[in-house]
């Protein structure tokens, strides 16, 4: 007797909540339509703005709020998805004791600006970024790779490279083993 297929369960729903207050209100005064969102998620506040919108916004924040540092520039791949990839920098205040993410869709081939003239701890974060996704920050001042060799080929956190493809021909040629893949 066949058993029954499982009825596909819906993705979860994030469950957001407006965010407001100071920061908010400066991000939508200075940028205006460019900030798409600002939200809330499990008391962890966001910003969604357009890609171009980003740097400056950095600044802005820097400048007029005090979040002088840049704890992290990460990505998520989004596949099936128009634009493809999400940004997410993570920014923190030591003045305000408060953390924040901003986050902007990244086309795949499109090149966003690099934050490093804003924070330079941004250089090694933008070169994992690539490194791991193939997303290129336009005007970095050191663009290769950091954690993968150079002659690597391939973006190992893309969700279309699947550890079965790993660079068999870089495996073999510069540890002498044939993957056990």
Known sequence: MAEEPKP????????????????????????????LETSSYLEQPFAVLTLPAMVPALEMLQAEAGFDYLVDITAVDYPKRTPR???????????????????????????????????????????????????????????RRILMPEEWTGFPLRKDYGI???????????????SGQ
């Open 8 to 35: 596909v369960k819906a993705p979860a729903v994030m469950a957001t909540a407006p965010w407001e207050g100071p920061v908010p209100d400066l991000l939508r005064e200075h940028f205006g339509a460019a900030v």
């Open 85 to 143: 990839f999400e940004l997410v920098y993570i920014l923190y205040s030591h003045g305000r004791n408060e953390r924040i993410r901003l986050k902007a869709a990244v086309g795949l081939g499109e090149k966003p600006l690099s934050a490093v003239p804003v924070f330079l701890g941004a250089n090694w974060l933008e070169r994992e970024v690539y490194d791991m996704f193939g997303i290129e920050f336009s005007g970095h001042p050191d663009p």
């Open 164 to 178: 079965v493809e790993m660079d068999n021909r870089w495996v073999q040629a510069n540890l002498g083993i044939e």
